[in-house]
Every structure is written in C-alpha cells, then in structure tokens.
C-alpha cells in the first residue's frame, strides 16, 4: 500500500463555556471536515489524500483550523463555502490559499532553536 500524499486534518474540537480562545466547533468546523472528505472522494482522491477529524490544534483563536500536511500550511476562519477553492486550488492545483492562511508569527508554537554553527 502506498502512503498518502497529502493529509488534511480539521479540529473539530469544543470548549466548553465561553472560553476566550474560540474553539472550532462552535465555528461550523463540522460542517468544513465533512466537506472536505465528501469532496477528496467526489475528486476520486481517496486512495491518495486523507482528510481526517481532529481535536485541539491549539490555534483556536483561528478556528475553524485545517492544517495540510506535507507542506504544513495552516489555513484558519475556514468556511464551509471554502473548502472547494482548497481541494481544486491546494490539494489538486498544489497552490496555497494565501487569503485563508494563518501567518507564521500568529500561530501559538514555539520557533525551533537556531541550529548551532561548528564552533
Ligand atoms: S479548538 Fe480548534 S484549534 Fe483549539
């Protein structure tokens, strides 16, 4: 068996309360995960591209989150009406959404350590 080529993972998670972080499930991220592996199958991707349910990215404030893998793009505010302009443009197309990507310096990890030089 081959290993996919791309996996799409969207939080679906719920805080509870009113939490200050947002959390994707109150922001319709249901609705974007089943669109998106109803649309990896109506592309005849299935066998190739994995779109995957996941819990808390830790990006919550941006929510609904769906991150790309390989290229490690991570796209926030995602919308349901926006999820056949990622398969055809990204998954398909292999071009970045640029309008839905969350910028580098607003995501919540922490930068790896400059590697260090032959001292
Ligand atoms: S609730 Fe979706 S990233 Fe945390």
């Not at 990896?40 to 299935?46: D, M, Q």
């Not at 919308?79 to 055809?88: A, F, K, N, T």
């Not at 071009?95 to 910028?103: G, N, S």
Request: charged share 30%.
């Amino acid at each position: 068996m081959a290993k996919f080529q791309r996996h799409l993972f969207t939080c679906i998670n719920l805080r509870e309360g009113d939490d200050p972080r947002g959390s994707c499930a109150k922001a319709c991220a249901g609705e974007v995960a089943t669109a998106l592996k109803k649309g990896v199958h109506a592309r005849g991707l299935k066998r190739v591209v994995r779109a995957n349910k996941a819990y808390c990215l830790d990006q919550c404030e941006h929510g609904p989150v769906v991150v790309v893998y390989p290229e490690e793009v991570w796209y926030g505010r995602v919308q349901p009406e926006d999820v056949e302009e990622i398969l055809d443009r990204h998954v398909v197309g292999g071009e970045v959404v640029e309008r839905l990507v969350i910028p580098d310096d607003a995501l919540t990890g922490v930068a790896p350590p400059e590697p260090e030089g032959d001292a």
